[in-house]
T-cell receptor
Framework: DGGITQSPKYLFRKEGQNVTLSCEQN?????MYWYRQDPGQGLRLIYY???????QKGDIAEGYSVSREKKESFPLTVTSAQKNPTAFYLC???????????????FGEGSRLTVL | AQTVTQSQPEMSVQEAETVTLSCTYD???????LFWYKQPPSRQMILVIR??????QNATENRFSVNFQKAAKSFSLKISDSQLGDAAMYFC?????????????FGKGTRLSVIA
């Protein structure tokens, strides 16, 4: 079935360690996104990529890094520079532009990161 | 910058009754998408309904309908005949432009409880 797969679902990290969250899609979507969700804060944009080998910072990019070497994959690295990394992370994708596009984002099931 | 405001952090409704969730947004654009997403306890984001700003007719999906007031920049969600499975976080979101792979801007969400 087509969809977005995020892994791991739960992750624990010690302070000072980098960690990478995986996001893979088989929907043939051009664009991919990473959002962070905290209680009472809604979803805040970390990074997004509209095409392979290109990505843009979102509202809260500090302490995070991404790569987009393949259309299907958009991994997110939470670095030790991120001061408060404990959160729920959601990856999403969307199809091409134009009136044929439905405009919506398709989401993975999320990854819960806890820093000990 | 575009912003989305959900003024009701929490709402409750009796089973089989109707409830309306509020959403306002700020934009200077005329052509854009608006969405309501549902996030149940599983945390999977599910699209409930979408509205294209150039369409004057309010979108409807079964028991879910919207009241889109473009001049007032208001986009409320009405849930009729509420069911226990409707209990979830609901997020309002905005996307500009209508075409193009730009990120969604989300509100902070409304937690809906359904009372049996």
């Amino acid at each position: 079935d087509g969809g977005i797969t995020q892994s791991p679902k739960y992750l624990f990290r010690k302070e000072g360690q980098n960690v990478t969250l995986s996001c893979e899609q088989n929907l043939n979507h051009d664009a991919m996104y990473w959002y962070r969700q905290d209680p009472g804060q809604g979803l805040r944009l970390i990074y997004y990529s509209q095409i392979v080998n290109d990505f843009q910072k979102g509202d809260i990019a500090e302490g995070y890094s991404v790569s987009r070497e393949k259309k299907e994959s958009f991994p997110l690295t939470v670095t030790s520079a991120q001061k408060n990394p404990t959160a729920f992370y959601l990856c999403a994708s969307s199809m091409g532009s134009g009136r044929a596009s439905t405009g919506e984002l398709f989401f993975g099931e999320g990854s819960r990161l806890t820093v000990l | 910058a575009q912003t989305v405001t959900q003024s009701q952090p929490e709402m409750s409704v009796q089973e089989a009754e109707t409830v309306t969730l509020s959403c306002t947004y700020d934009t200077s654009e005329s052509d854009y998408y608006l969405f309501w997403y549902k996030q149940p306890p599983s945390r999977q984001m599910i699209l409930v309904i979408r509205q294209e700003a150039y369409k004057q007719q309010n979108a409807t999906e079964n028991r879910f309908s919207v009241n889109f007031q473009k001049a007032a920049k208001s986009f409320s969600l009405k849930i009729s005949d509420s069911q226990l499975g409707d209990a979830a976080m609901y997020f309002c979101a905005y996307r500009f432009p209508h075409s193009g792979n730009t990120p969604l801007v989300f509100g902070k969400g409304t937690r809906l409880s359904v009372i049996a």
